[in-house]
């Protein structure tokens, strides 16, 4: 059990390196059933202490029992909201050059984000609802798309 947490926080660890600006959220689901979760605004840092799983951002810091807990999920927000049921149909297109979006509100914004969570294109939806955000300049690799209440992933070869 102690290597399972050992290799949570070790994972937790990377993973809050690559989070810098968003919310992040620790979820500790413990034996008895009870689950706690913690919010953070900064990078937390989670180690160990005698037997205690330490969980510390800035001068404060929370301690549970190794032996107590169950499993660990760590989490980060990048701000996008729920999906609406019933909304209207929109339509995406994606080429080398560009991400290009129909059917969304005139003025909403389509923004595409990096893997690390970094705004890299983003276009205003023109008077018929169509966003084109240009992704000639990024480099090949998977990235995500969000507008409104919508948000798709995609591949730029």
């Known amino acids: 059990m102690k290597r ?6 070790l994972a937790l660890s990377s993973v809050a390196m690559f989070a810098e600006g ?7 689901s413990k034996k008895s059933g009870e689950t706690v979760e913690y919010k953070f605004e900064a990078d937390p ?6 037997g205690d799983m330490v969980i510390a ?6 301690r549970h029992a190794i032996a107590d807990l169950e499993k660990l999920s760590f989490t980060k927000t990048v701000g996008i909201d729920k999906v ?14 560009y991400v290009e979006v129909e059917g969304i509100a005139p003025g ?20 018929q609802g169509t966003a084109q955000a240009s992704i000639a300049n990024l480099a090949p690799g998977i990235y995500v798309a969000a507008c409104e209440a919508h948000s798709f992933k995609f591949v730029k070869k």
Request: aromatic share 6%; net charge negative.
């Open 4 to 9: 399972i947490i050992l290799a949570a926080a």
């Open 22 to 28: 968003f919310a992040h959220s620790l979820i500790v």
């Open 45 to 50: 840092r989670v180690s160990f202490d005698a």
């Open 57 to 62: 951002t800035g001068q404060q810091q929370v």
């Open 84 to 97: 609406e049921a019933n909304k209207s149909d929109i339509s995406v297109a994606v080429t080398s050059s």
């Open 108 to 127: 909403a914004v389509l923004t595409v984000y990096s893997l690390e969570g970094r705004n890299v294109a983003s276009a205003v939806a023109d008077a």
